[in-house]
Structures are given as C-alpha cells and as structure tokens.
C-alpha cells in the first residue's frame, strides 16, 4: 500500500525493486515524490499513523509476486482511494476556547468547519428537522 497527502498517488513501485513500508506515514520508503510505502503483506486491513489532522490521504493498493529483489508489481489494475482525517480537538473534552463578540455587535467572527469532526452525542430535532451533532 502506496499513501500520499493531499494528493493522488502519482508514482508505481518498480518491478525487481524491495521496498520497506512503515505504519507511520511518511517512514516507510518513497516512490517518486511524496509516495510513501505504508504496509506491505497479505493482511486484509491495516492502520496507519502519524497523520496530519483535517487533511486527504490518498492510497493505491498493488499486488505482486516473487521473491525479495525480483517482485514484478502489478500497477495495471491498481486499487485506489482516499480518505480524510479528523479535525484537531474535535471532542468537547479539550475544546479549543472561542472568543465571544461581548458587546453584541457581531463584528467578531471565528473561522472553521466540523467537516468530519466526532459525533459527540446524538442529532437534535426539532420541530421536524434533524440537525448534525458534530
């Protein structure tokens, strides 16, 4: 498995090549610019770490076969995705503190977005309509 940040992955492994993957993004060996080996194996899951909050990850799963120094990468049918992370502080425990426009005169404004920030409790609804609890 191939990640990239931000990105699509835009680089395939090279046939005869070993490369090392590591969990933690951005450890395991490069493939081009900014492709990093994530996991190599035969598991059906794996867990990566050491991601920026708030941001795309982009992946690209390869099969391959023979042994260490003549692995032949099938990069024709390649299986691609992405994901987001998490906001930072995106729990209620540790909130990151606002600051309120005190006089009331509106002029104040605090930028951000719960766009993919934890549940904390359930959705309210109100007079029909739902609304996200994020």
Same mark, same amino acid.
């Given at each position: 498995?191939?990640?990239?940040?931000?990105?699509?992955?835009?680089?395939?492994?090279?046939?005869?090549?070993?490369?090392?993957?590591? @969990?933690?993004?951005?450890?395991?060996?490069?493939?081009?610019?900014?492709?990093?080996?994530?996991?190599?194996?035969?598991?059906?899951?794996?867990?990566?770490?050491?991601?920026?909050?708030?941001?795309?990850?982009?992946?690209?799963?390869?099969?391959?076969?023979?042994?260490?120094?003549?692995?032949?990468?099938?990069?024709?049918?390649?299986?691609?995705?992405?994901?987001?992370?998490?906001?930072?502080?995106?729990?209620?425990?540790?909130?990151?503190?606002?600051?309120?426009?005190?006089?009331?005169?509106?002029? @104040?404004?605090?930028?951000?977005?719960?766009?993919?920030?934890?549940?904390?409790?359930?959705?309210?609804?109100?007079?029909?309509?739902?609304?996200?609890?994020?």
């Amino acid at each position: 498995m191939v990640a990239r940040q931000g990105g699509a992955v835009d680089a395939d492994p090279v046939n005869s090549t070993t490369y090392t993957a590591n @969990a933690a993004f951005g450890s395991g060996d490069e493939i081009g610019t900014g492709n990093y080996v994530v996991y190599k194996g035969t598991g059906t899951s794996a867990t990566i770490t050491a991601l920026t909050a708030n941001t795309t990850y982009h992946y690209a799963l390869y099969e391959f076969d023979g042994m260490a120094g003549s692995e032949c990468y099938r990069t024709s049918d390649k299986l691609t995705g992405s994901a987001s992370t998490a906001p930072v502080n995106d729990d209620c425990t540790g909130a990151t503190v606002l600051t309120v426009d005190t006089d009331l005169t509106c002029d @104040a404004a605090t930028s951000g977005s719960s766009i993919n920030a934890t549940e904390s409790i359930s959705a309210i609804t109100c007079a029909g309509f739902a609304g996200d609890a994020d």
